[in-house]
């Protein structure tokens, strides 16, 4: 296991070509790990008193101890690299990892834009007439927060957890998670603002990020079990980084095993190089397009990616009950998660709904190669799962337990240049 953390760069202060791809010319803006954290995953039956008497031996302290995944997080004074290979050598331990950090993957631009191409790229106007999505079906924001009282997501927000201050308090204090979640479900026909893609589905808000972007794997792991505890349907997750980690992907599972559909940003690397969590099995990556439908230069591409989704330009909520346009994979990932929202209303499981997003795409210039599938498409996918559609039809709904027009509207307001970094 690698001792650092690489995250991919953000898209500011990059220089973009005409032709081909871009000139990174951006640094990383901050550290790979928690400094002085590592994560202990101890193998089953290794009683956690007995760990607890090995850290305090090593003079570390414990952190915090997940029940359900069975891992630790502690802290160590000096040598954090020594420390990591001592427990990774250690006959109780299945794996020592490295406390990594995530970063969204949004990236600046102006407002020239004055409408939502987006949903009409996606043909989600015309999957409206067959479903609007519904409440039961949730979609989890894991991400910075949500501001609870802008007027295009208050009513549809569900009480969530914050994890970096453990507490219910899940405001929005980046700006990224109000973004991401008003492409996904904002309101629509409220004559306000702008229109989301599962109009009905409610919205689970998980603050997983601080306010400057970043979060700690330990923070996603909780995240993601929370969200799928909580029973949402869809999981989204617009940020990512390069170094794979074993519970994160123990984290996905569980999720996944609950039932979630998770959908995860590419990254803004502009190459190949995985990203994760989108590149764990089972989640659905996602790369950027344009309003041409040519491949984003910032955008993540490969033939491990799964679908394409416009991620130029992209209009949505803001913190101070604004509005704003975004660029990057973040905002192409939550369309597809609202596009999992409406297939969720059709009483689908997690794997039909992968399939019917998947075969349902249309095969665009870079399918095979940037990515698998193609750009998605909410109509054909919807029809199918309605079964109005020969193709792409899946039988088996799922029963989940107890637990107006198409058309795009102009933002009511606009905020100026938004300056972030972005994904690492």
């Known amino acids: ?38 994560i202990i995953k101890c193998h089953h039956g290794v009683s ?7 850290y305090q031996k090593n003079g570390h302290r414990l952190v915090s101890h997940n029940a359900v995944l069975g891992y630790d997080v502690i802290k160590v004074k000096d040598k954090l690299e020594q420390a990591q290979q001592h427990y990774n050598k250690h006959s109780c331990v299945k794996c020592a990892e490295l406390n990594h950090y995530r970063y969204v993957t949004e990236t600046p631009n102006d407002p020239d834009y004055k409408d939502q191409y987006g949903l009409r790229t996606i043909k989600a106007n015309k999957a409206w007439d067959t479903t609007k999505g519904r409440k039961a079906s949730v979609i989890a924001i894991v991400d910075t927060g949500v501001q609870s009282n802008h007027p295009d997501l208050k009513g549809k927000l569900l009480t969530g957890y914050n994890f970096v201050s453990n507490n219910k308090n899940t405001n929005d ?48 792991i909780q995240g993601i ?23 994160e992907a123990e984290a996905c599972a569980y999720a996944l095993k609950k039932g979630a559909v998770l959908v995860a940003a590419a990254g803004n690397n502009g190459n190949s190089e995985l990203s994760y969590p989108g590149a764990y099995p089972g989640v659905i ?10 491949k984003a230069s910032f955008s993540s591409y490969g033939k491990w990616v799964t679908v394409a989704a416009p ?33 969720a209303a059709k009483n689908r499981t997690n794997t039909q709904i992968s399939k019917l997003i998947k075969e349902s795409a249309d095969s665009i210039a870079g399918t095979g190669s940037n990515w698998q599938y193609g750009l998605i498409n909410a109509q054909k996918a919807v029809q199918a799962a309605a079964g ?37």
């Open 1 to 38: 296991m690698s001792s650092s953390f690489e995250v991919s760069y953000p898209v500011i202060g990059m220089e973009f070509q005409t032709e081909g791809e871009l000139a990174i010319k951006a640094k990383p803006r901050g550290p790979s790990h928690v400094p002085g954290h590592l």
């Open 48 to 54: 956690h008193t007995t760990m607890c008497k090995e």
């Open 173 to 220: 204090d980046y700006g990224h998670g109000t973004h991401v979640a008003g492409i996904a479900a904002a309101i629509t026909n409220n004559k306000v603002g702008v229109a989301g893609t599962a109009q009905l589905n409610q919205i689970l808000p998980v603050k997983s990020f601080n306010n400057k972007g970043t979060a700690t794997s330990d923070h996603i």
């Open 225 to 247: 079990m929370y969200a799928a505890d909580q029973g949402a349907r869809v999981i989204n997750m617009s940020f990512g980084g390069s170094t794979y980690s074993t519970l």
């Open 285 to 294: 990556s996602v790369a950027a397009t344009d309003a041409n439908n040519k």
């Open 311 to 343: 991620g130029v330009d992209i209009l949505s909520t803001y913190p101070e009950s604004k509005y704003t346009y975004l660029s990057g994979t973040s905002m192409a990932t939550p369309f597809v998660s609202g596009l999992a929202g409406l297939l």
């Open 388 to 424: 109005k559609s020969t193709s792409t039809r899946i039988s088996t709904p799922y029963i989940p337990q107890a637990a107006d027009s198409g058309h795009m509207r102009q933002a009511a307001s606009r905020t100026a240049s938004q300056v972030f970094s972005s994904h690492r």
